[in-house]
């Protein structure tokens, strides 16, 4: 709601911003239509921008697959009522050229998914290690269970200290 909230406030006072800055083009001596067509193409042009672009920025999480190797900073998960599926959230680094990227990650709700995750982030913490989520684990290091069955992913508690790099 704050977000939509500060959306439109933004974009009021761009709007207001943009319709001063017109009228003083067309009101002043030296109006060109050259320059009030310019001014209303930037402007409508970046108007056009501030409207689409905060949606991306506002953190809405994605509902694509986790990616192999990301590292999982922290898990909320809103379980299922009568009026709503349920789903859990998780706030993961993903290794990117730049380094570590922040995203957010909407995967359906299980309870087994569930269950897991609080039992792996209960012994990173205890150790004051990481969460990783890995394809291709072999038995015994995790099952991560996206659709109720047992697969070869899952999460594994990992110290900090593997993920930097060594400069020797």
């Known amino acids: 709601m704050m977000e939509t909230i500060a959306s439109a406030t ?3 006072a761009y709007s207001l911003l ?3 800055s ?4 067309i009101y002043s001596r030296g109006f060109s239509k050259i320059l009030a067509m310019a001014l209303i193409l930037i402007v ?18 994605t ?19 009568s009026s709503r599926p349920g789903a859990i959230y998780i ?21 087994p998914d569930h269950e897991e995750l609080i039992k792996k982030r209960g012994e990173a913490h205890k150790v004051g290690g990481l969460l990783q989520y890995r394809k291709g684990m ?3 290091e995790g099952s991560r269970r996206g659709d109720g069955e047992k697969d070869d992913s899952g999460y594994r508690v990992i110290n900090p200290n593997s993920i930097l790099e060594k400069t020797n």
Request: net charge positive; aromatic share 14%.
């Open 10 to 12: 933004l974009i009021t």
């Open 18 to 20: 943009a319709i001063v």
């Open 22 to 25: 017109l009228l003083m083009v």
């Open 44 to 61: 409508g042009g970046f108007g056009v921008f501030l409207v689409n672009v905060p949606r991306s920025y506002m953190g809405w999480p």
């Open 63 to 81: 509902s694509e697959e986790l990616p192999d190797g990301c590292f999982i900073r922290d898990v909320a998960f809103v379980e299922p009522t």
């Open 91 to 111: 706030w993961a680094f993903i290794k990117m050229d730049s380094g570590l990227e922040p995203r957010m990650y909407k995967l359906p709700y299980h309870k």
């Open 138 to 140: 072999k038995k015994g």
